[in-house]
């Protein structure tokens, strides 16, 4: 990826299977021996991708004084080696690509400047939905009602695949694109062919358009979570600026006792970093304990770095990161390369005497088997604790638990009541990466039925596995005890964990609002009103514990000593089912033998329904106008460019939504299905579709008038504003009450711009780019916050939104701020932001002339963003960037 054929200071050549690279070899900078793996892989980035060799001994110092130091340091640009998109992030992605070539287009440019620089890799895994479950062939029927309503949007990403370089589709029914990464794409070292024409190899590192593609972290392999924007840019050749992640070290100790999986480790990370405080660091991993763990226990550990608020979770490279490749059937040329790579660099198993931000220990043998919820990731607890936590989060919905209700399912009458199990679902990338938990829900399953347990017929059964792999493993001794106790494979993506689980069965939809119905899953996300919104309370658990619950019908339940249900004999207990000491491990070792994974050959293949789409080809795309999809959105019409030295102010804006803390990209972003109230209703009516053919905000993200029209709508958020949930505020010109939506329209018709006001940790979770589109489109110039997380703070800077944070101590509630105020923000210079903290004026004036006046931060923190908001965000800024004018 250099761009200068200027010399620069550390090359070294190296020979593999008789080829000869180029590498950069981070020993010969001074003071690099004792830096951690991370800032090491990250030092060799900036060695190999700056853009002058000046520039790499900048940028090298910086990580070498961080990193020495123990503290973060100064901003840096890192070029990923590849990007990863699944496919809700990802078609809009390629349909900005998109609109760029047809603005490139029209500027008179070559359309074909606009191309990825960078290996892209999107796998379609987020738009199958379990509609139909506990069958066999389920999982086809799944994929032949996903490849129905999802035509227009495959038929666009298979074009992108065609008329873009660079780029790969995973198609429809192959997996989850993180566990697909683990298996296919990891290769822990990379090779390619610079700018000046030399073969080189490098470190493999990523970003992706998923908050979990920290997964990779598990494998060695260096790679984090952005929002779409941020990867769009770096897609096209800018480097992503961030600032030297301070590295704090986890020493680990022990090993996991018998009976505890990655799973309770993970949510036990979760809960302890998040207590600790590690926001925007990387963990890195070390100590005797790292080898107790195999890669894919790493990866499943690493996936849940998001929930604590790490960039990333760092297990270095090991000889059993070899020993995986291997055994993911990995080309020999592709284990050569990763083996002599790792030495040339000397970075094969942990270095010694590193030094770092910090150091904690955390014993490996201390965890306990475990859940988290009724809504947050951290929010861990033993087993032992269910039942109180169930009813405590029911205490505060104002239930009693006394409720009961009749129900009739498929002909069987049963009673429910609060802490029905409406939901049980084996899915996520977070637990299918680990053939272990796997194997483990299948002893479950086998033991359950030869002890004659009957599944409950309320709870609906999602078994979607991370790839076929997971399939192939279980099919000889599992799949079938699984698919007797209702978990058939209904699909190969993400479902559950994302809200994809369909709708619960009738009966239960029909009590939601009167009873306190829940979910249990083994994903990586629980937050309020993501998994159904028919569902109350969600527990993450391993899979094994998905099929126990299941078979319990109830969180109302003491795991320790009541029986889960009924068998052949009598009651079943949880210690009936669950494997014993060492059981899990030798399968395991069994299957690996006598199965193995398959290798990648068919990967990029589709099935019938995808080889059947036929785009029209051409540099541009052939926007349909009668599309509901996939639709050209005017980011490139109406961008307001600053000009260098200008200043950016708001005056006379009005609050859209005044919000409290953990408020979720889940929260702000369109998801799941489409209210038949909604303005995004309205909008899909109007253009001649049915309401059965609604489909979800997940597979119309291609489409910016459906997308804008459902954000904010999430019936979990709560808005001061408004007198209800959802998507509902105070028009600004009215003062009625509105959707979020409305009002938005009515400030755009009267010239009122509008601002967002919220507590701490403002669009914390997954990496959602139309959390920060759609607000940009609905015309927020400005979210004024006590904390923002790290990716979505950035995503609001690449849409032209200016973040702002309450000074310590601040906030609404503190400063007493009703929401009704008009608010003027004074002038910032954008040309100076970045290069060192800047505070702004506020001018809060309420209804009845009181003023409040207060000062913000301005949370643009490097320099590049301040040129992303001059040119009024990063895709102006990278269209003209591609037109030479900057």
Not at 80 to 94: E, H, K, M, S, W
Not at 487 to 506: D, K, L, Q, R, T
Not at 718 to 737: C, I, K, M, S, Y
Request: proline share 6%; charged share 20%.
């Amino acid at each position: 990826m250099s761009v200068s054929s200027e010399p620069r200071f550390a090359q070294q050549s190296l020979v593999i299977d008789g080829v000869s690279y180029r590498y950069f070899d981070v020993s010969a900078v001074p003071g690099s021996a004792a830096l951690p793996a991370s800032l090491k892989i990250l030092l060799e980035n900036v060695l190999r991708c700056a853009r002058t060799p000046e520039e790499a001994r900048r940028f090298a110092d910086r990580i070498v004084s961080a990193g020495l130091a123990g503290r973060a340091g100064e901003e840096i640009e890192f070029m990923p080696g590849r990007i990863l998109f699944q496919d809700f992030t990802g078609v809009p992605v390629f349909v900005d690509f998109a609109a760029m070539r047809d603005a490139a287009a029209r500027r008179g440019l070559d359309p074909a400047l606009v191309n990825p620089k960078i290996p892209c890799t999107l796998v379609v895994d987020h738009s199958v939905t379990a509609y139909r479950v506990s069958y066999r062939g389920a999982d086809r029927d799944n994929e032949r009602i996903e490849a129905e309503h999802n035509r227009e949007r495959f038929t666009f990403l298979k074009w992108s695949a065609s008329s873009f370089q660079n780029v790969s589709i995973v198609p429809p029914g192959h997996g989850i694109c993180h566990q697909l990464n683990i298996e296919y794409l990891c290769d822990v070292a990379m090779e390619g062919t610079s700018a000046d024409g030399v073969r080189e190899a490098y470190f493999d590192t990523l970003v992706g358009t998923d908050s979990h593609t920290t997964t990779a972290n598990g494998m060695g392999v260096l790679g984090w979570g952005v929002g779409g924007i941020e990867a769009e840019a770096a897609a096209l050749g800018q480097p992503i600026t961030m600032m030297v992640p301070a590295v704090i070290g986890l020493k680990l100790t022990g090993a996991p006792r018998p009976g505890v999986c990655a799973m309770d480790v993970a949510l036990s990370f979760a809960e302890f970093l998040r207590a600790r405080g590690v926001v925007g660091s990387i963990v890195e991993c070390t100590g005797p304990g790292v080898a107790a763990l195999t890669p894919t226990q790493r990866a499943t550990i690493a996936n849940m770095s998001p929930e604590y608020g790490c960039t990333a979770t760092f297990f270095p490279a090991d000889e059993a990161t070899l020993a995986q490749l291997d055994a993911f059937a990995r080309t020999p040329h592709e284990r050569s390369l990763a083996r002599a790579y790792l030495e040339a660099q000397g970075m094969l198993g942990q270095g010694e005497d590193t030094v770092y931000a910090e150091v904690l220990e955390f014993d490996l043998a201390s965890v306990e088997p475990s859940l988290a919820g009724p809504a947050r990731p951290h929010d861990r607890l033993g087993l032992s604790e269910l039942r109180g936590r169930f009813r405590a989060g029911l205490a505060a919905h104002g239930r009693s638990g006394e409720a009961r209700f009749d129900i009739s399912i498929d002909g069987e009458d049963a009673t429910v009541g609060d802490g029905a199990i409406a939901i049980a679902a084996i899915t996520s990338c977070t637990t299918a990466t680990d053939l272990d938990m796997m194997v483990a829900a299948g002893i479950v399953a086998e033991r359950a039925v030869r002890l004659g347990c009957r599944p409950r017929p309320w709870v609906k059964k999602v078994f979607a596995p991370g790839s076929s792999n997971t399939y192939s493993f279980l099919a000889p001794a599992y799949i079938e005890p699984l698919e007797q106790l209702g978990f058939a494979v209904c699909g190969y993506g993400c479902m559950s964990c994302i809200g994809n689980s369909g709708p619960v069965f009738e009966p239960l939809h029909a009590i939601a609002d009167s009873c306190e119905l829940v979910s249990v899953l083994s994903g990586n996300r629980n937050f309020e009103g993501r998994i159904s919104p028919d569902v109350s309370q969600n527990y993450l658990c391993s899979p094994s514990l998905v099929v126990a619950l299941s078979l319990a019908g109830t969180v109302d339940i003491d795991l320790a000593h009541d029986p889960l249900c009924e068998g052949a004999a009598g009651p079943v207990y949880l210690s009936d089912l669950m494997p014993e000491a060492g059981e899990v491990e030798r399968m395991r070792a069994h299957l690996m033998a006598s199965v193995g994974y398959a290798p990648a050959a068919g990967l990029f293949e589709g099935k019938e329904d995808w080889c059947a789409l036929d785009p029209a080809r051409g540099e541009t795309f052939s926007w349909d106008p009668a599309s509901t999809y996939v639709r050209r959105p005017g980011y490139f019409d109406g961008a307001a460019a600053l000009g260098e030295g200008a200043v950016w102010s708001c005056t006379g804006a009005r609050c859209l939504a005044l919000l409290g803390d953990f408020i979720t990209t889940d929260h702000i972003s369109p998801a799941g299905t489409i209210a038949p109230d909604s303005p995004a209703a309205r909008y899909l009516r109007a253009h001649g579709v049915a309401d059965g053919d609604f489909n979800t905000y997940g597979a119309r993200r291609g489409n910016h008038e459906v997308m804008m029209r459902g954000a904010f709508a999430n019936v979990r958020l709560r808005n001061a504003l408004a007198d209800r949930p959802g998507g509902w505020t105070r028009d600004p010109v009215t003062g009625e009450q509105a959707t979020i939506f409305d009002a938005a329209e009515s400030a755009r018709a009267a010239g009122i711009p509008l601002i967002v006001i919220a507590g701490k940790l403002y669009g914390s979770g997954s990496s959602r780019d139309w959390a920060a589109k759609a607000p940009a489109l609905l015309g927020v110039r400005a979210v004024i916050a006590e904390s923002f997380e790290r990716i979505h703070r950035s995503n609001l800077i690449g849409m032209g939104i200016v973040p702002l944070e309450f000074l310590p101590g601040e906030g609404a509630e503190a400063l007493g701020l009703t929401g009704l105020e008009t608010f003027d923000i004074a002038s910032i210079d954008i040309a100076q932001v970045g290069e060192r903290p800047m505070l702004a004026q506020v001018t809060a004036t309420a209804p009845d002339g009181t003023r409040t006046d207060f000062e913000v931060r301005v949370r643009v923190d490097t320099p590049t963003e301040g040129a992303y908001l001059r040119s009024g965000g990063i895709l102006p800024y990278v269209l003209e960037s591609l037109a030479g004018s900057r």
